[in-house]
C-alpha cells in the first residue's frame, strides 16, 4: 500500500479478500469452461511474454504486426490481416507489438522499454510503433525520431478515451488508433475527448459512484457450466457493489488510467537505492557546511532527519519519492539561491524547472503547482502528464487523488502545496504526519520499555 497510512514493521501488500475471492471464483469458472477474456490473460492469468527484442523484431523483417500468442484470441489472424493491410494504405513506417507485459519479463514489464529494445534491434528510423500497454487493455504509440510529427502518442491515447470503444477489442482499438495516424486527428481527437470527459466528470454529482470514473474492460460473457461458483460470486459481486456505492466519491483529481502506464513497470528497489543515495550525499554535505555562513543550516539538518526517518519506513514508490523530495528540501537549505521543489506530478522527474497553474480534470479550481519542464511542456499542448501512481482502495490514481489526510504527500504535492516558507516537508514529518515512521518510532519504544 502506498498511501500515508501506519502499517506493520514488515510491509506488506494491502488485501481485500473479498475482490480476491470473486476474482479467483470467476477465473475459476473460466478454466472449467476453458475460455478467459484477453484481458485477464494480459493481467497475469498466463504467464509474462517469452518473446524478446530480437525475436519481435525478427518476426517484424515479415510484417508490420506481432502478436504474442496470449492475445491471439483477442487478434485473430484474420485481424492481424485486416491490420496488416490498414497499414499498407497509409504508406506510413507503422508496425504492431501487442504482448502481454509484467515485471521479470525480458522487457521488465516496461512497454516504453519493449519499444525502445524492439527499434533498435530493428535499425529503423523513421518508424511508428503502436504496443500494449502494461495492463494489456491500453495501448501506447512511439515515433522515431522523437517527436510529435504524426501525433502517435496523442492518437493511442484518444482511442482509450473514446465512448464507442469502450468494450471494443484491441484489434479495433489498433485499427482505430492508425486511422487517426493516418489523418493527422491524434491530438485533436485526444483534446476533444478530454473536453468531453472533463464536462462529463464536472457535471457528476458528488455522490455519485466514483467505480464509473475508470473505463472497464471488455467483459466476459455466456453461459457458466458450474452453477454453484457463478452464483457464489454474484453474491460476492453484489456485496462489492453495494460497498462501493456506500463509498464517497471523492474527485479531487482524475486522470485516464494511460497516464499511469510508466509507473506500473517502476522499479522500487533501484528508487530505494537512489533515495539512499541521495540521504547519504545530503549527509555529506551537511558535514562540510558552517553554521556562521549557512543560515539554513538548521533546515537543512531537519530535513536530513526526516528524509532518513521516511526511508527507514518506507512502504513503496510514494514514500520514496518523499525522501527524494526531502533531501531536496535539505540542499535548498543550504543553497544561497531560492530552489523549486521537486515536480509536483513525479518527483523522480527531478527539481521543477517554473511553478504553473493547472487545472485539474473535473474541477473549476486552479492550483499552483511547481513543474519539471517535460510536463510543462505536456499541461501546454493539453496533454496528461506522466503521474506518480499509487493503489488505493483497489484502485490506480495519481498519488495526489488519495485523501490528503491519509498521505502527506497528497497533502503536501512532495512540496508544492506546502503555505508558505515556515510550511516544510521536514517539519511535517517531524510533527507526526507521516504516520507511519510515527508508529514504527511508538513501537520501538514500547518495546524498550
Same mark, same amino acid.
Given at each position: 500500500?502506498?498511501?500515508?497510512?501506519?502499517?506493520?514493521?514488515?510491509?506488506?501488500?494491502?488485501?481485500?479478500?473479498?475482490?480476491?475471492?470473486?476474482?479467483?471464483?470467476?477465473?475459476?469458472?473460466?478454466?472449467?469452461?476453458?475460455?478467459? %477474456?484477453?484481458?485477464?490473460?494480459?493481467?497475469?492469468?498466463?504467464?509474462?511474454?517469452?518473446?524478446?527484442?530480437?525475436?519481435?523484431?525478427?518476426?517484424?523483417?515479415?510484417?508490420?504486426?506481432?502478436?504474442?500468442?496470449?492475445?491471439?484470441?483477442?487478434?485473430?489472424?484474420?485481424?492481424?490481416?485486416?491490420?496488416?493491410?490498414?497499414?499498407?494504405?497509409?504508406?506510413?513506417?507503422?508496425?504492431?507489438?501487442?504482448?502481454?507485459?509484467?515485471?521479470?519479463?525480458?522487457?521488465?514489464?516496461?512497454?516504453?522499454?519493449?519499444?525502445?529494445?524492439?527499434?533498435?534491434?530493428?535499425?529503423?528510423?523513421?518508424?511508428?510503433?503502436?504496443? %500494449?500497454?502494461?495492463?494489456?487493455?491500453?495501448?501506447?504509440?512511439?515515433?522515431?525520431?522523437?517527436?510529435?510529427?504524426?501525433?502517435?502518442?496523442?492518437?493511442?491515447?484518444?482511442?482509450?478515451?473514446?465512448?464507442?470503444?469502450?468494450?471494443?477489442?484491441?484489434?479495433?482499438?489498433?485499427?482505430?488508433?492508425?486511422?487517426?495516424? %493516418?489523418?493527422?486527428?491524434?491530438?485533436?481527437?485526444?483534446?476533444?475527448?478530454?473536453?468531453?470527459?472533463?464536462?462529463?466528470?464536472?457535471?457528476?454529482?458528488?455522490?455519485?459512484?466514483?467505480?464509473?470514473?475508470?473505463?472497464?474492460?471488455?467483459?466476459?460473457?455466456?453461459?457458466?457450466?458450474?452453477?454453484?461458483?457463478?452464483?457464489?460470486?454474484?453474491?460476492?459481486?453484489?456485496?462489492?457493489?453495494?460497498? %462501493?456505492?456506500?463509498?464517497?466519491?471523492?474527485?479531487?483529481?482524475?486522470?485516464?488510467?494511460?497516464?499511469?502506464?510508466?509507473?506500473?513497470?517502476?522499479?522500487?528497489?533501484?528508487?530505494?537505492?537512489?533515495?539512499?543515495?541521495?540521504?547519504?550525499?545530503?549527509?555529506?554535505?551537511?558535514?562540510?557546511?558552517?553554521?556562521?555562513?549557512?543560515?539554513?543550516?538548521?533546515?537543512?539538518?531537519?530535513?536530513?532527519?526526516?528524509?532518513?526517518?521516511?526511508?527507514?519506513?518506507?512502504?513503496?514508490?510514494?514514500?520514496?519519492?518523499?525522501?527524494?523530495?526531502?533531501?531536496?528540501?535539505?540542499?535548498?537549505?543550504?543553497?544561497?539561491?531560492?530552489?523549486?521543489?521537486?515536480?509536483?506530478?513525479?518527483?523522480?522527474?527531478?527539481?521543477?524547472?517554473?511553478?504553473?497553474?493547472?487545472?485539474?480534470?473535473?474541477?473549476?479550481?486552479?492550483?499552483?503547482?511547481?513543474?519539471?519542464?517535460?510536463?510543462?511542456?505536456?499541461?501546454?499542448?493539453?496533454?496528461?502528464?506522466?503521474?506518480?501512481?499509487?493503489?488505493?482502495?483497489?484502485?490506480?490514481?495519481?498519488?495526489?487523488?488519495?485523501?490528503?489526510?491519509?498521505?502527506?504527500?497528497?497533502?503536501?504535492?512532495?512540496?508544492?502545496?506546502?503555505?508558505?516558507?515556515?510550511?516544510?516537508?521536514?517539519?511535517?514529518?517531524?510533527?507526526?504526519?507521516?504516520?507511519?515512521?510515527?508508529?514504527?518510532?511508538?513501537?520501538?519504544?514500547?518495546?524498550?520499555?
Amino acid at each position: 500500500m502506498s498511501s500515508d497510512r501506519p502499517t506493520t514493521t514488515t510491509p506488506r501488500p494491502v488485501r481485500a479478500p473479498l475482490r480476491a475471492l470473486l476474482a479467483a471464483l470467476l477465473l475459476a469458472c473460466a478454466v472449467l469452461l476453458g475460455t478467459g %477474456s484477453p484481458a485477464a490473460r494480459a493481467a497475469g492469468a498466463t504467464p509474462a511474454t517469452t518473446a524478446t527484442g530480437a525475436s519481435i523484431a525478427e518476426a517484424l523483417k515479415t510484417s508490420p504486426v506481432y502478436v504474442d500468442p496470449a492475445f491471439a484470441a483477442a487478434v485473430t489472424p484474420a485481424q492481424q490481416q485486416q491490420i496488416t493491410e490498414q497499414i499498407a494504405a497509409t504508406g506510413l513506417p507503422i508496425t504492431v507489438v501487442l504482448v502481454p507485459l509484467q515485471k521479470g519479463d525480458a522487457f521488465g514489464g516496461d512497454a516504453k522499454a519493449m519499444a525502445a529494445v524492439v527499434q533498435e534491434r530493428l535499425g529503423r528510423s523513421p518508424l511508428i510503433m503502436i504496443t %500494449s500497454d502494461d495492463y494489456g487493455s491500453w495501448l501506447n504509440g512511439y515515433e522515431w525520431p522523437a517527436g510529435d510529427t504524426r501525433q502517435v502518442r496523442d492518437a493511442a491515447s484518444a482511442v482509450g478515451m473514446i465512448k464507442e470503444l469502450k468494450d471494443a477489442g484491441l484489434a479495433a482499438k489498433v485499427g482505430r488508433t492508425i486511422e487517426l495516424i %493516418s489523418t493527422g486527428k491524434g491530438t485533436e481527437v485526444y483534446k476533444a475527448e478530454a473536453d468531453r470527459l472533463d464536462r462529463e466528470r464536472s457535471a457528476r454529482p458528488a455522490t455519485e459512484d466514483h467505480a464509473t470514473d475508470t473505463p472497464s474492460g471488455s467483459a466476459a460473457g455466456g453461459p457458466f457450466a458450474v452453477v454453484a461458483l457463478l452464483v457464489l460470486a454474484l453474491v460476492i459481486g453484489g456485496a462489492l457493489l453495494v460497498r %462501493s456505492r456506500r463509498r464517497p466519491r471523492h474527485t479531487a483529481f482524475t486522470f485516464p488510467d494511460a497516464v499511469f502506464a510508466a509507473d506500473r513497470a517502476a522499479d522500487e528497489a533501484g528508487l530505494r537505492r537512489q533515495a539512499a543515495d541521495e540521504v547519504l550525499a545530503l549527509g555529506a554535505a551537511l558535514d562540510g557546511a558552517d553554521g556562521a555562513t549557512t543560515p539554513g543550516l538548521g533546515r537543512a539538518l531537519d530535513a536530513y532527519d526526516a528524509a532518513g526517518r521516511v526511508l527507514d519506513a518506507a512502504d513503496g514508490l510514494p514514500d520514496l519519492a518523499g525522501v527524494l523530495a526531502l533531501a531536496a528540501e535539505g540542499r535548498a537549505a543550504l543553497a544561497t539561491e531560492p530552489h523549486l521543489p521537486l515536480c509536483f506530478f513525479d518527483p523522480r522527474h527531478g527539481t521543477a524547472a517554473r511553478r504553473t497553474t493547472w487545472r485539474p480534470l473535473g474541477r473549476r479550481e486552479r492550483v499552483d503547482v511547481a513543474v519539471c519542464e517535460d510536463c510543462a511542456q505536456a499541461l501546454k499542448g493539453r496533454r496528461s502528464p506522466q503521474v506518480l501512481a499509487v493503489r488505493d482502495q483497489g484502485r490506480t490514481v495519481p498519488y495526489f487523488e488519495v485523501p490528503a489526510d491519509r498521505s502527506l504527500w497528497a497533502a503536501t504535492g512532495y512540496g508544492s502545496l506546502l503555505s508558505g516558507p515556515d510550511d516544510t516537508l521536514a517539519a511535517r514529518v517531524t510533527s507526526g504526519e507521516f504516520t507511519r515512521a510515527t508508529t514504527r518510532r511508538q513501537r520501538a519504544a514500547d518495546h524498550q520499555d
